[in-house]
């Protein structure tokens, strides 16, 4: 009977223990806070795996969002966002992130610190450029750039091994870097609405690709035959 006992205490002494650790790692949801409240937010959460800020409108990030070291998931989307802190490459256990409807010019150089990133979203906002650090995403999986500015592609893109979603129609984009070629892991690519006389390099590497948007300006490399990839299936946007 005491031998019993002891079990029944030592399970629930490992009950509340997990249940602790779940509190410990969890989301944060704030919206229509003031920047002190966010950093005392974050402060009471150092543990937070999940932090939203959607449509909080801020218009910068502290500097104490690098203390959130577990952080995994982190939407930052519909605010009014200039810039991204360089504080952002800490979270190195980041797996996700949205900064999408914001006005956002640049990149900071330290998201290649980034490893775990396996989606970025960073739609509508007023991209021009990327930096060459993003290509060193190799577990990127999910890249999302429609309704920038972007004038080009870095060279290096297909150093990004992992990518199976691409999504950068409605840019202003004249190329496609060859590097793209590179992408084998492709699944879906999105260039329609680029703004101009689009050509689409030889893809007959990416085997895995089997969905293709593009627009009535849309050319094709003479030495690639889309039929060559046997699942490819090409849509045409209109505007």
Not at 79 to 100: A, D, Q, R
């Amino acid at each position: 009977m005491r031998n019993y006992k002891l079990i029944l205490i030592l399970a629930a002494f490992l009950l509340v223990g997990g249940t602790a650790d779940a509190q410990g790692k969890k989301k944060i949801r704030i919206c229509y806070c003031n920047a002190k409240h966010l950093v005392e937010k974050i402060e009471a959460n150092p543990n937070a795996e999940t932090l939203y800020l959607f449509r909080n409108g801020l218009d910068s990030l502290p500097e104490e969002i690098g203390q959130l070291k577990h952080l995994k998931k982190l939407v930052v989307s519909s605010n009014n966002l200039k810039y991204i802190p360089p504080v952002i490459g800490e979270l190195t256990e980041l797996e996700e992130i949205s900064f999408k409807n914001n006005d956002i010019g640049a990149l900071p150089p330290e998201i290649s610190q980034l490893k775990n990133l396996k989606r970025l979203e960073l739609d509508h906002n007023r991209l021009e450029t990327l930096p060459d650090e993003l290509c060193e995403l190799k577990n990127l999986e999910y890249l999302s750039l429609t309704h920038n500015a972007l004038h080009h592609l870095p060279t290096d893109i297909g150093d990004l091994e992992s990518l199976e979603f691409f999504y950068i129609g409605t840019n202003l984009l004249q190329e496609l870097p060859t590097g793209i070629t590179q992408l084998t892991n492709l699944i879906e690519l999105n260039v329609a609405n680029s703004g101009g006389l689009l050509v689409i390099p030889d893809l007959r590497n990416c085997q895995s690709l089997e969905r293709l948007y593009i627009d009535s300006t849309t050319l094709f490399d003479v030495s690639f035959n889309p039929r060559v990839i046997s699942r490819l299936e090409i849509y045409m946007v209109g505007r």
